[in-house]
């Protein structure tokens, strides 16, 4: 399969992967026929996806099962009325049923719009009214199927809501009892053009209604390096990322680029993260390759892992936010596995990473992913020299890069400002070092200026992520009157130290970061809490630590 989209497959070297990376665009690229239905052919018996949940079920299905369910899927999608650019909102947590959904709706040339579970009335009369949906397809969860019956009197686009069970309330049409009884499906005659939007992400700013992303139907092409490459995944490779399908680190984990590399997805359906039961199914299910945000293995690192025989373990990517070297430390000596950064957003694929072939810098992303045009500027546009910081941005002049995203759908005004005169500017400051690594400095608007200082968060938080007693931190910087802002920690403890808490701890916490780092980026403001605001995905909102200071 990857033959098909790749001149070469296999590269040993930066140099090698920046001359020899081609990666080929069929006209009218369809995921579901192209790829999905193309394995059911050439493999129908080669497994896809493994399935299990917290109550102890669980299925592999085949590349042919695939098939069969998301054409039963399109089928019963299309009798509904959905055909061709028609807007579908997916809040299906990771039942089965996203996959079957997300790829029928592929098929019909429609446009999916993944969307988290903890969604409010208020979120979906928003986003049903920013971009006329048509059909919402949800788990059938009072909390859930509640909060959109509240919305739909304020939603006038939506015509049909569906509800994957266990319960189907009066007015949901049961997707169980359509999919059996559809009729045989029958490929459009042309479902999409390789410009057409196949997929939208409605992504937060710190300020504002959430962004609608608009991606078009080649952004699964975008996926072979984070797949194939990065994920370094290969046709007996079992992937694990773990992500709710409402966040974009989903197709990036749990679809697209790993079945292009004919791997089998590992899928846990789960209600509460618990790092333990997490730990079981990758003993249990011999999960080859895992991929997580830091957060995830923060947590996995303070379990026992004497207990758990991870020998199956061959490979481990983080993105998600930057990582802390002391992480990276902790888990290769438990494990013998170097943790592979990356780093990308919802308006791209993987951006920047550390390759197979690359020596790993603990803390650093790695060196650019040459499907873009990487660099960064200072505030005048100049490309920054080593050791200067700058903002990651995407030169376009030699057109829209694989993977990019396509527009802010319907706000013109947000497009041109992010991107113009040929550069994307994805707001992430970094520095490069000698070597071109990149480091992760922050966003933009996260970084912290005092007294002439620039301090950008991560640098502290790793530093105080070297101390026993840290579980977990976040920096943002308070107003202050003579230095303009001050650097403050917001931290969780470890069990060990939870009953230190106080003025001697926070001493000794400022000191440790003195020590780490220059001196003048220690926190002068620490407050203990039993744990972060963070978003679906499992980032730390330091947005929402700033709004409750100011408050």
């Known amino acids: 399969m990857l033959s098909k989209f790749l001149t070469k497959t296999t590269f040993t070297s930066q140099k090698d992967f920046i001359e020899n990376l081609h990666i080929r665009v069929p006209e009218n690229f369809n995921f579901g ?29 085949t590349f042919a099962e695939m098939k069969e369910y998301s054409d039963r899927t399109a089928s019963f999608f299309r009798q509904l009325g959905i055909g061709k650019g028609d807007m579908v909102m997916l809040i299906l947590k990771r039942h089965i049923e996203f996959w079957f959904s997300i790829l029928a709706l592929h098929k019909l040339g429609a446009v999916v719009i993944p969307a988290t579970h903890l969604l409010t009335k208020k979120d979906i009369v928003y986003r049903c009214n920013a ?3 048509k059909m919402i397809v949800c788990a059938g969860e009072t909390v859930i199927t509640d909060h959109i019956k509240a919305a739909l009197p304020e939603s006038s686009s939506v015509k049909r809501v569906v509800s994957v069970g266990p319960e189907v309330p009066e007015g949901f049409i049961d997707f169980q009892q359509g999919i059996d009884s559809a009729t045989p499906f029958v490929k459009p005659e042309h479902p999409n053009s390789n410009e057409d939007i196949m997929l939208m992400y409605f992504t937060s700013g710190t300020t504002g209604e959430p962004k609608m992303v608009a991606h078009d139907f080649t952004y699964p092409l975008g996926h072979i390096v984070t797949g194939a490459i990065w994920h370094n995944l290969h046709p007996g490779s079992l992937h694990l990322t773990i992500a709710d399908t409402g966040w974009g680190k989903a ?11 004919g791997a089998n997805i590992f899928v846990y359906d789960h209600e509460k993260f618990t790092p333990a039961d997490i730990l079981q199914k990758i003993q249990d299910y011999k999960v080859t390759s895992l991929c997580a945000p830091p957060t995830i293995f923060r947590f996995l690192i303070h379990e026992d892992l004497t207990k758990y025989d991870l020998s199956h373990l061959e490979y481990c990517t983080i ?16 494990t013998g596995i170097r943790l592979m950064e990356g780093f990308g957003q919802t308006e791209t694929t993987l951006t920047v990473a550390t390759m197979p072939w690359m020596t790993p810098k603990p803390g650093s992303m790695g060196l650019p992913n040459p499907q873009y045009d ?20 995407i030169r376009t002049h030699r057109g829209k890069p694989l993977g990019l995203f396509k527009e ?16 994307y500017y994805t707001g992430d400051v970094a520095w490069k070092d000698e070597d071109g690594y990149l480091w992760f400095v922050g966003r933009a608007d996260d970084v912290i200026k005092s007294s002439g200082y620039r301090i950008g968060p991560f640098e502290v938080e790793s530093a105080l992520m070297t101390h026993p007693a840290v579980v977990e931190c976040a920096i943002t910087g308070v107003p202050d009157e003579i230095r303009g802002q001050v650097v403050k920690a917001t931290i969780v403890l470890s069990k060990a130290y939870k009953e230190k808490a106080g003025d001697e701890l926070v001493k000794e916490l400022q000191n440790h970061v003195k020590r780490v780092t220059a001196p003048y980026k ?27 200071d100011e408050e």
Do not use: C
């Not at 197709?251 to 590399?261: D, E, N, T």
């Not at 993105?319 to 888990?331: D, H, K, M, S």
């Open 33 to 61: 026929y192209d790829v999905v239905d193309a394995w059911a052919a050439e493999a129908p018996d080669k497994p896809a996806l493994l399935w299990t949940n917290d109550k102890g079920v669980h299925r592999q299905y």
């Open 374 to 393: 990487v660099d960064l500027i200072d505030a005048d546009g100049r490309s920054v020299e080593a050791g200067e910081q700058g903002q990651i941005v």
């Open 131 to 133: 971009a006329d949906i």
């Open 251 to 261: 197709v990036w984990g749990k679809l697209y680029g790993q079945w292009i590399a």
């Open 319 to 334: 993105a998600g936010e930057a990582l802390n070297p002391a992480v990276f430390e902790t888990f290769k000596k438990l």
């Open 522 to 548: 220690y926190p002068r403001v620490i407050e203990f809490v039993d744990e972060l605001p963070k978003t679906i995905s499992g980032k730390i909102r330091r947005v929402a630590i700033r709004k409750k």
């Open 408 to 423: 802010y759908y319907r706000d013109a005004e947000r497009t041109e400002e992010a991107w113009h005169d040929n550069i």
